[in-house]
Each structure stands twice: as C-alpha cells, then as structure tokens.
C-alpha cells in the first residue's frame, strides 16, 4: 500500500502548487471566477496517478464529485460497496479536489486535497493535504493515523464544554440539551474529522455526506481511535450517507437520539 500512498502524496504535492499559484495571487473576488478548479485539479491528480498505475489494470477511479461529468460510464450512481467488491483484486481511487470550495475563494486556509485508496470495499489508506498550510495527515489501516511525523491518538476524555459539529438544525434542537458545550463549524468536513481524530472537537454529525467527502475523514477517525458509525450504528458506512462520530460514552449518548 506504500508505494500507491506515495504516489497519491505527489499527486497531491503536484497540485498543490496549482492551488497555491491561484489562492495567492488572485484576492476574494477573483478567486470566485475560479468555479471550475475543482474540475481542473481532479483531472490533474488523476493524470499524475495514471502514470504509474493505469485505471481500468489493477486501479479505477471510485465515485467522485465529478461523477456525472467525468465517471458517468465508470461508477455513476451505483452502489458504491457494490462496486469495489465486484473485482477484489482492484484499487478504487477516491478524490477529493478541494475541500472545501467556500474556504478556498473567501480566503481561508482550512481546505484540502483528499485521496482514499479502497479494496474490497475497505478504506486501506488515505491522505489529507492542505497544500496552503503545506500539511500533511495520513492514515494505513491497521498501522494508525500520522499528522506530519506525529500519530495521532485521540486521548480527550473530557465530558464538559465540548465542541460539536451538527450539521442538522432539527437535530441539533433535539439534541442541544444534552450537550455542555459550542457548536464550531469548520466549513471543511475533512478538516473538521482530522480535528476529531486530533481531540479538538468532540463530536461530529452529518445525516447527509458523500463518499469522496467522507472517506479520508473516516479512516483518520478510526485509527486514532475515533468510533465512528451511520445512524442506525453500522460499523460499514462507507456505503451509507450519514455519519456520526465521537468518543464511545458520547457516542452511546447521543445515537438512540439520531436514529
């Protein structure tokens, strides 16, 4: 799995020097002019990843927020989990461009490269990269998450003024009382779950997130110890939309409340 991790690093490392030129040269209302980079830097890293490992051999690309522009004829709507499974032996490529687009044109540096290589329907490793900040988390399974040369280990046992991401404003009503804390946005969801894995938030829920938003996120997550499950508190969620993730005593708490 190393060598495709160290391939998708200078994927991403290429890009950055794409996204970085942009975001320092143009000011807000310039960098608005730029809706399509997105579609610009996937193909990028998707060329760069090309290179050493053909899509269509032993690697293809997965679903992706281009789906319907560019992977209609290879992944489409279709059930995700289905897909990678149907060819054991093949590497499925998730990536994520820039998240997120709001940071990147109103001149926030929380945004990210992601790429999450799956097999057998399983996140095997992943990457974050923020390529202002010139950041870097990565994550093996079984081997645990590493934030530049640190691993991550999320050790927060605190059970008071916790901080919480809510993406669901009836949800958060429902929920809100029972929390002793503040809600924090990020705008950058896997910004947000790398603070997660690192302690610096407490809890996190999205009822509706996308693969290529998720992935990288959710394997960060659990190899920092991080229990993260769907609504209905399945351990498989790379194939369902919702997403809720904290400490086991937080997580046991609020579930009942979400499902």
Known sequence: ?????????????????????????????????????GDLIYKHIADIIAESYPYGDTDVLGPSYVDTKILSDIAGDKNFTTDVQSDDEKYIWIINPLDSYENFVNKLPLFNITITIFQKGIAQATIIFNPIQDELVTAIKGEGA????????????????????????????NIENMLDGTERFIGSKSTELIYM????????????????ESAAGILICKESGVF?????????IYNSKSLIASKEWLHKKILPKVC
């Open 146 to 173: 590493m934030h530049e040369n640190t691993k991550i280990r999320n050790r927060n046992l605190s059970k008071t003024k916790i901080l919480y991401v809510i993406d669901n404003t009836k949800i958060k009503l």
């Open 197 to 212: 894995a690192e302690g610096k938030i407490d809890l996190i829920i999205y009822p509706k997130i996308h693969i290529w």
């Open 1 to 37: 799995m190393q060598p495709r991790l160290n391939i998708a690093l200078k994927a991403c490392r290429s890009a950055s020097e794409i996204i970085t030129k942009i975001y320092k040269s143009k000011d807000q209302d310039e960098l608005r002019s730029y809706d399509k980079i």
């Open 228 to 236: 993260v499950t769907d609504f209905n508190g399945n351990d498989d």
